[in-house]
């Protein structure tokens, strides 16, 4: 069974840097994809990036790039979202989810992590 | 502002059939499959319809998806109370090299 299981809630203040991750099992890691979508309360979804498991290969959406990092550790098969200086409108939730179809389309979603800035 | 637009809201009584249309264009639904997520309230999305208009194990048969042209659209017929959910349609987009999503409908079951 695949399943992708992110790391609990978070709460910091603005200027903090964060790490979240996002572990995945049941399948072939490196063969996949993986990317991260924000939701921010009561909003819809939007697409922030992705990594190439095989190679770390990363794109980002222009909204997300230079203010987030998208990596991974392939020996743990676990991928990161972080960010150096958080702001209060990173206020959201993140999912991570795999994507397939050559890295463009998502089949399987983590269940989430919520993260809370506030000063 | 999304760049797959979706209608914010629709409803239903039960038992009848409801339409979710996604509009996009040229380099994004009209060059890729679509994509249909629900997200029941306070859960992670999850996939409904992948390529179009094919079902993953385990959704049931009234939900079906179709595409035409540069617009594609989600059909939930026989409606049931714990289809009330936001709906996401999803596509790629060449040009931006890019993962789409429409803004989402809310559907409510009266």
């Known amino acids: 069974e695949v399943q992708l299981v992110q790391s609990g809630a978070e709460v910091k203040k603005p200027g903090e840097s964060l790490r979240i991750s996002c572990k995945g099992s049941?399948?072939?890691?490196?063969?996949?994809?993986i990317t991260w979508v924000r939701q921010m309360p009561g909003k819809g979804l939007e697409w922030m990036g992705r990594i190439d498991l095989s190679d770390s290969y990363t794109n980002y959406s222009p909204s997300f790039q230079g203010h987030v990092t998208i990596s991974a550790d392939r020996s743990i098969s676990t991928a990161y979202l972080q960010w150096s200086s958080l702001q209060a409108s990173d206020a959201a939730m993140y999912y991570c989810?795999?994507?397939?179809?050559?890295?463009?389309?998502?089949?399987?979603w983590g269940q989430g992590t919520l993260v809370t800035v506030s000063s | 502002q999304s760049v797959l637009t979706q209608p914010p809201s629709t409803s239903g009584t039960p038992g009848q059939r409801v339409t979710i249309s996604c509009s996009g264009g040229r380099f994004d639904i009209g060059s890729n499959y679509v994509y249909w997520y629900q997200q029941l309230p306070g859960t992670a999305p999850k996939l409904l319809i992948y390529r179009n208009n094919q079902r993953p194990s385990g959704v049931p048969d009234r939900f079906s998806g179709s595409k035409s042209g540069t617009s594609a659209s989600l059909a939930i017929s026989g409606l049931r109370s714990e289809d009330e959910a936001d709906y996401y349609c999803s596509t790629w987009d060449d040009s931006l090299s890019a993962v789409l999503f429409g803004g989402g409908t809310k559907l409510t079951v009266l």
């Open positions: 049941g399948y072939s890691f490196t063969n996949y994809w």
């Open positions: 989810a795999r994507l397939w179809a050559g890295g463009t389309a998502i089949d399987y």
